[in-house]
């Protein structure tokens, strides 16, 4: 007898791989994705990433950044992602030379002490047992809210007992918007308390060193702030600290290192497109994004344009302990309702959300050509209802507004894994299978 022949009437089965229309991971390490199609990256800046040893590493403008994660959280960065970022601006200048700041009470400095890769730290010192020595310098925020701040710090060689300290402190109203106290274990493992503001963790980065992240409580941008580090924050206590790599951003949360000067410094947006040879009428979309403790205070993570009129058309945020997706054109969110209406209410799951170090993400996109209607899956939830409230029927996605050429945008604050598009709708699994 014959053996059973390796067929299946499975219609999704079987068009799976031919229908999986857009393949591409970070793993990679290219721009051009496994199905074919050659990206084109764009980042009118330098910036910074970190390579598998913690260390930071100066990017030129328009060179994509593939950065190494800890996705388990061991300190141990496995995994390579795609940083994508929004456009930020590192406030305080010269961010690695305390030089030029102002020393209050004769704080002591050894230049360039310790290096993270790229990046230079300045071992500064409290030598008065009366009073406070700190660095300080003015910060100039733009609108009121809370604020992301960072520092790269590593245990002094005379750590003072009862910590030291990072602040911004708004002059105009003699209050503290940041104030944390870090103190550290023998070897030299950073504990950190906000007595204002929000302690949102430490990153391991080259051994001994780690990146502070930290939130303002929301400030009055119209008064007078400084950021302010002290190498022993009780007065009658003497000690010292490594610090360099300060950042204040105007961002609602710390956003990638960015290297200052004379002046105060923007990493321009990163955006990552390619070319679809298909005009999709229903596709499913899988998004896997890292997500690393620094990042999950993101309100809005992952922007995807698809089209070649920047038409937006999925948005996913996560900074709400939910996953949500919107509709949107032009940017603009195109049914009031449909934040809400897309996110999942399992309050179970959607707690979890904000733990997990990696989030999978699938959409279903349906008569795109004639009116869009989406659902949406992540983790192992299954998909939603079919949103009709969403869909797209003002203005509906005419096959020209694709343009000869289609093209998905991806853009956001994130560390992408994969995206993966298949025409038609499938599951999540079968989305992922190329
Ligand atoms: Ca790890
Ligand atoms: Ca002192």
Known sequence: MFPALPFTHDPA???????????????????????????????????????????????????????????????????????????????????????????????????????????????????????VADYRESIDFTGDSVKGVSVFVAMGTSPAAAGSAIAIVDETAAADRLRATITFSSAGVPSVTAAAGTYLGAEPCTPGVYRLHFLTTSVTAANDHRVQLEPAATAAEQGNLYAGGVQVEDTPYPTSYIPTVATTVTRAAETLTFPLGWQPSDCTLWVSIARPFWQRANANDLAIALGTTERRLLEVGCGSLTVAVRVLENGDTYAAASDGAFTNGAASYAGAVSALPQLDITAQFRNLLTGTEGRLAYGAAAFSAWNVTTKIAATPVTAPSWGSAPLITLAGDIALLACHIGAGLKTRDQVQAL
Do not use: H, M, Y
Not at 39 to 44: D, H, K, L, M, P
Not at 113 to 120: N, R, S, T
């Open 13 to 131: 089965a079987l068009e799976l791989r031919p229908r999986n229309r857009f393949v591409l991971r970070a793993t990679d390490l290219s721009t051009r994705a496994l199905t074919g199609q050659a990206g084109t990256f764009a980042r009118s800046s330098a910036a910074t990433l970190f390579d598998v040893n913690g260390a930071v590493v100066l990017v030129p403008a328009n060179v994509e950044r593939f950065t190494a994660v800890d996705l388990d959280g061991d300190g141990i960065r496995e995994t390579l992602a795609w940083w994508l970022e929004r456009a930020a601006t590192n406030l305080a200048i010269r961010s690695e030379d305390f030089s030029a700041w102002t020393a209050t009470n004769s704080p002591t400095r050894t230049a360039a002490a310790k290096l993270c890769g790229d990046l230079v730290l300045d071992l500064l010192g409290d030598a008065s047992g009366a009073s």
